[in-house]
């Protein structure tokens, strides 16, 4: 089955600085790539994703790509701000089975 | 208003008991996913269902069980069997198979007394 693994699991950085989370995956098949924030005490909310016939997408500051040769995407956001602060999953989906990383908490210092 | 809707929010079991946690959705997605949720291993999925009548084991689905008899109902029991059911559950839905955001409840929290 699929196996996303998702790193470093702890990121802080700067205010407007960049931070780059990433993540491998194992079922060839997954074609479905999202990505989720989850702030202290509220539910989990796509912020991006990436479909597998696509290999960049950018929105404001935060852009997804992904390489499927090497199974691995990762999460790119710029200019951090203080309100960025929060735990990041990233997930893949085969066949509507939606597998998830194991999050990263990043902080963003003033 | 448009929603996914977990209750309780808090559950208190004591051990050997069996208990069952609610996942309505009026969204009409076909969809539903549990997930269970602990410090440092992400969202780990239990158990999810793609139509009515049908529902699939995820990775950690032992001492777990479900039902999908209404398109807007997903309920999660977790039973005596399950070894170390102290955690933070959520629920989600997708409109379809084709890939597309999931929806979660706002989750509930299950403590073993």
């Known amino acids: 089955g699929e196996n996303v693994e998702q790193h470093p699991s702890t990121l802080s950085v700067q205010e407007g600085d960049s931070a780059v989370i990433k993540c491998t995956y194992s079922?060839?098949?997954?074609?479905?790539f999202p990505w989720y924030k989850q702030e202290l005490g509220k539910r989990p909310q796509l912020i991006i994703d990436?479909?597998?016939?696509?290999g960049e997408k950018k929105d404001q500051r935060i852009a997804v790509t992904l390489n499927k040769t090497a199974k691995h995407f990762s999460l790119h956001i710029t200019e951090t701000q203080p309100e960025d602060s929060a735990v990041y999953f990233c997930?893949?989906?085969?066949?509507?089975?939606?597998?998830f990383g194991q999050g990263t908490t990043l902080q963003v210092k003033p | 208003d448009g929603g996914i809707t977990q209750s309780p929010k808090y559950l208190f079991r004591k051990e050997g008991q069996n208990v069952t946690l609610s996942c309505e959705q009026n969204?009409?997605?076909?969809?539903m996913y549990w997930y269970r949720q602990d410090p440092g291993q992400g969202l780990r999925l239990i158990y999810y269902?793609?139509?009515?009548?049908?529902?699939q084991k995820g990775d950690i689905a032992e001492g777990y069980s479900v039902s999908r008899e209404k398109k807007e109902s997903f309920p999660l029991t977790v039973t005596s069997a399950q070894k170390n059911p102290t955690a933070f559950y959520l629920c989600?839905?997708?409109?379809?198979?084709?890939?597309?955001?999931?929806?979660f409840g706002q989750g509930t929290r299950l403590t073993v007394v």
């Open positions: 997930a893949a989906s085969s066949e509507g089975k939606l597998i």
């Open positions: 079922d060839s098949a997954s074609n479905y």
């Open positions: 990436i479909r597998s016939n696509v």
């Open positions: 969204l009409n997605h076909d969809a």
């Open positions: 269902s793609q139509i009515v009548n049908d529902f």
């Open positions: 989600a839905s997708i409109a379809s198979r084709a890939n597309t955001e999931a929806f």
